[in-house]
């Protein structure tokens, strides 16, 4: 996206970002509060030693350069003392603001280009990836061979073998599948790209450019764990769902309950330092047929004024970390950015917006952050994927490093020239939303989260046969990265 077509807070955070670090929001409380803040920010980075930025660029630094007047500097009625604890929150990948996508069929080329490639590279690295051949080279051979390919169409004979068009960007090859090679029970999707391990048949008329695949390779996540025995610095971190404000199966006793013990005393909730939102704060407008009849509140600005006025209630001293999800205002493919501008003005500077999905370090863990759209199309297709039990598809988003590996169905993809939805770099944590189940299982090292909801079935779900767990808030201490849940339906 053009620099001219950002709004005020993420052009400064943009200048903030080129230069390697972030604002934290006691920052942003700040320079709201000077006049025209991008030239005091474009003066301060100017005079200042860049190397000697603060990471993150607090109110306490930007003071030492804007000496403003106490009446100048808005607080929100908060402690700065607390707010500084809050900040700790290292941006390491989200769309906003980087959007090039124009929807042209050209960005679809060159985003499938830049998936192939990308994992391409994962796969390479490979014990397995040693070896590969380009297939226009192994076309020209005959016997055994590995190739590094996307899957394109796949149809299957009447006698059960698969066919599976296998592509690397410069040729293809037809690979064929026996029903009693290893490589048949692996579920394959259209799109994913995989090592083919097998042989080139021979050059006879029958088998003309056919590659017999033995077993099929993922990308996969290492094979002994990621950094299991990694734990983060002390601090808790809460995941608490799908908020769904403004619909009437809203639970507002519940959600009072959670007001009231996070505000408490209680030792868990006093260590608590992260609120963690995977998306819909909202229940929104027009998201399913007939939604206005399951409405309380029917204008999208006033759900976000109620959630915001609801957050408000959560003490200074938590940071609460949002994306959005398919009900909330932002565009509806994937990847999706952060609110705008006018909605986060709603809010205390204590919320922080980032896109869908987004990667953040945080108590110094690598937090994955995705809505999760794509589980019920998973669930759709693949045997050993269910709505009821949404890590079972997080995991099958792990094995192919990719958050929507199913391409067509009811999670549209924006074609970026980067693909923003591929887990180039495997999280310590990888949580998701919109399914409304609270599911959570360790794979290979990393902790997945699916956290719950504030709304009841719905009478949408329950035709869809949908059934929430809600008012169920997962807990996660970073230092021993033990998960609790604790419920308040
Ligand atoms: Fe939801």
Redo the contacts with the bound molecule.
């Keep these: 996206m053009a620099f001219w077509r950002l709004g005020m807070r993420e052009k400064i955070l943009k200048l903030f970002a080129d230069n390697n670090t972030v604002l934290a929001p006691d920052g942003w409380t700040l320079l709201r509060g000077v006049d025209d803040p991008r030239s005091v920010v474009e003066k301060i980075l100017c005079g200042c030693d860049k190397d000697d930025l603060p990471f993150p660029v607090d109110a306490k630094w930007l003071q030492s350069y804007i000496a403003p007047t106490k009446s100048e500097i808005p607080t929100n009625g908060s402690d700065p003392s607390t707010e500084s604890a809050v900040m700790m929150v290292k941006v390491m990948h989200d769309i906003t603001g980087n959007s090039t996508c124009t929807g042209e069929l050209k960005d679809f080329v060159t985003h499938f280009n830049n998936r192939y490639e990308k994992l391409r590279a994962i796969l390479s690295k490979r014990r397995e990836g040693r070896g590969c051949l380009d297939i226009s080279v192994a076309k020209k051979r005959t016997g055994k061979a590995k190739i590094i390919a996307m899957v394109g169409d796949m149809t299957e004979t009447r006698n059960g073998y698969k066919i599976l068009s296998l592509e690397d960007g410069k040729d293809k090859i037809k690979g064929m599948i026996n029903p009693n090679s290893p490589a048949y029970d692996k579920f394959v999707l259209e799109d994913e790209v995989i090592i083919a391990i097998g042989e080139v048949a021979p050059k006879k008329k029958q088998y003309q450019e056919t590659f017999f695949i033995d077993d099929i390779i993922r990308p996969s996540l290492p094979r002994h764990g990621n950094n299991v025995s990694k734990r983060g610095i002390e601090g808790k971190i809460a995941f608490i769902g799908?908020l769904?404000v403004g619909s009437e199966s809203f639970m507002k006793e519940s959600w009072s309950k959670f007001i009231s013990w996070i505000n408490s005393e209680d030792t868990v909730a006093k260590d608590i330092r992260y609120i963690i939102v995977p998306?819909?704060m909202i229940d929104g407008i027009g998201i399913y047929p007939n939604q206005r009849d399951d409405l309380e509140i029917s204008d999208v600005y006033e759900q976000y004024r109620e959630v915001a006025r609801m957050l408000s209630e959560i003490p200074d001293r938590i940071s609460v970390i949002t994306i959005p999800?398919?009900?909330d205002i932002v565009r509806n493919p994937e990847p999706q950015p952060g609110l705008p501008e006018d909605v986060q003005s709603m809010f205390s500077s204590n919320v922080l917006f980032f896109g869908n999905p987004a990667l953040v370090d945080i108590c110094d863990l690598k937090i994955l952050m995705y809505h999760g759209s794509s589980i019920t199309d998973l669930a759709d297709i693949h045997p050993n994927v269910s709505n009821e039990k949404p890590t079972t598809a997080m995991i099958e988003m792990l094995e192919r490093r990719h958050l929507v590996p199913v391409y067509g169905k009811k999670t549209p993809i924006a074609p970026e020239e980067q693909d923003h939805l591929l887990i180039d770099e495997v999280p310590d944590i990888f949580v998701t939303?919109?399914i409304?189940r609270c599911n959570i299982e360790e794979y290979r090292g990393v902790m997945l989260i699916n956290s719950s909801?504030w709304?009841e079935q719905t009478d949408y779900q329950k035709m869809r046969d949908i059934k929430p767990e809600p008012a169920k808030v997962v807990i996660l201490d970073s230092s021993s990265k033990k998960v609790s849940i604790k419920n308040f339906a």
């Design positions: 799908d769904h998306g819909d999800g398919n009900h939303g919109h409304h909801t709304q």
